[in-house]
């Protein structure tokens, strides 16, 4: 039986997890060796997110030679490393029961070949992306309390305020140019001429540079 390995990792989940694309490829080939499986080669996706196969040459290389029936079967290390959605997980399947060609994942110990196994196949699927929704919405709470208790959440604070002890305080600095702003858009200046007031004003942004139309723009959206 010809096989070919897909190995993928984010440099997200390296330096988090440690799957790394030498441990999967390691994986993989004892896998093969141990179920008599010709290994033709390995192809990897690596620092690539498995959101989307649009944006990943090395599924995409596997799923050609899937559809050329130049392999018997696919082995993954995990099957999230696949695809990290369940349509997509689902058409590749179709397609590889299609061409005769069956999936291998050793964590999951899932062989599609039988009709079990592609039972299994769905379900595993199904319950990982339902797993990464429910992180996603954990995620959002989180942020959306830590917003809501004036907690800073990450990046940059918002124009106005900064950072103190991990608390969001109005920056007065700036807040006394938010009020200029408003006060001229008040008057119905244009964007070119609130800029041209607050150059002649003094103003000047954090880093000590000239204030922009898109910057004075952002400031009254956000306002």
Not at 110 to 129: H, M, N
Not at 195 to 215: F, H, N, P, S, W
Request: overall charge positive; some cysteine; charged content about 30%.
């Amino acid at each position: 039986m010809r096989a070919v390995g897909y190995v993928r990792v984010s440099t997200e989940e390296q330096s988090r997890e440690g799957v790394s694309l030498d441990t999967q490829a390691a994986k993989i080939r004892a896998y093969a060796d141990l179920h008599d499986m010709d290994l033709v080669g390995i192809i990897e996706d690596a620092g690539i997110s498995g959101k989307s196969i649009k944006a990943r040459p090395g599924i995409r290389a596997v799923l050609e030679m899937v559809k050329a029936r130049k392999v018997d079967a696919v082995i993954v290390y995990k099957l999230d490393r696949l695809a990290r959605n369940t349509i997509e997980c689902l058409e590749m399947a179709k397609l590889m029961d299609k061409s005769g060609c069956a999936e291998h994942s050793i964590s999951e110990k899932l062989d599609t070949q039988s009709a079990l196994g592609r039972f299994f196949f769905t379900l595993t699927a199904s319950l990982a992306e339902m797993e990464r929704g429910l992180i996603s919405e954990r995620t959002k709470a989180a942020l959306a309390q830590k917003r809501a208790n004036g907690e800073k959440t990450g990046g940059d604070c918002p124009y106005g305020y900064k950072a103190v002890n991990g608390k969001l305080v109005a920056d007065m600095a700036e807040q006394r140019l938010i009020s200029r702003i408003r006060e001229l858009k008040g008057n119905g200046l244009s964007l070119r001429k609130i800029v041209a007031a607050l150059e002649a004003d003094g103003y000047r942004t954090r880093k000590g540079t000239k204030i922009t139309k898109t910057q004075v723009e952002r400031i009254l959206k956000a306002a």
